[in-house]
């Protein structure tokens, strides 16, 4: 098991969290090709990442989130509709 903390700040990534919060707590995780970027499209994300549970949130300074997740021993691939 690998456990990995997390700062969530992009308006978009926070309320995906947040749903799944609400649900399973299951989230895929990709990396972003331009980590500056303020809003995000899908062509901007890599599509080879991995799955996540997230173990624990909490609000961190600024709108933020911080999120811990238990992450999945495998890649997986994600497409965008």
Same mark, same amino acid.
Request: proline share 5%.
């Given at each position: 098991?690998?456990?990995?903390? @997390? %700062?969530?700040?992009?308006?978009? =990534?926070?309320?995906? &969290? ?5 649900? +399973?707590?299951?989230?895929? @995780? %990709?990396?972003?090709?331009?980590? =500056?970027?303020?809003? &995000? ?5 890599? +599509? ?34």
């Amino acid at each position: 098991m690998v456990i990995m903390p @997390l %700062v969530v700040g992009i308006p978009q =990534s926070i309320r995906l &969290v947040e749903d799944a919060l609400e649900g +399973n707590r299951l989230i895929g @995780l %990709v990396a972003m090709k331009d980590a =500056s970027a303020e809003e &995000v499209q899908p062509q901007m994300m890599y +599509n080879i990442g991995t799955a996540g549970r997230i173990f624990f949130a909490t609000e961190g300074p600024g709108k933020m989130l911080q999120v811990v997740v238990e992450l999945s021993a495998s890649r997986s691939r994600f497409y965008s509709h």
